[in-house]
């Protein structure tokens, strides 16, 4: 079975290809949701540095949607923010980017995405619609200059 230090040694197509665990996407999943119908929100890491292939997640950390209307958008709490990026540092991991659910809507990046995404670029943006309950979609967007470009997503179990 392959694991992330595999992909990042084999990664062919790093600029096209986000990386996902099973167990990554599960705690994805599960705080998406336990937080519907409101957005979740968090960041995924990986453990480690990351060299080659960049958008390789083997972690998920929930973030408290901060935002005034949580059932239509998203939004971090700075401190929290601060004091989990911080944490993920000193641990030396790497934030590969953020991650939010659509409840309602395809997993698509929305206008407030877009504004929420500046001074984000390199980042991956990761979206899972729970529009349909029992098929969930997760879908992973590089962000360059504020545009979200798609990622083909490949789920890995390690």
Known sequence: MPNIADLQSNC????????ITDAAYLSLLLHGRRSWPEEACGLLIRRGAS????AAADAAIALRNAHPAPGRAFAFDPAEWVETFCRIQADGHTVVGWYHTHPRTAPVPSLQDAAGAAGLSGL???ILSLRRPESPELRAYRVTAGRFDPLMVAQISV
């Open 12 to 19: 062919r197509h790093p600029e096209r290809t986000a990386y």
């Open 124 to 126: 991956t943006c990761w």
């Open 51 to 54: 060299d080659g292939c960049p």
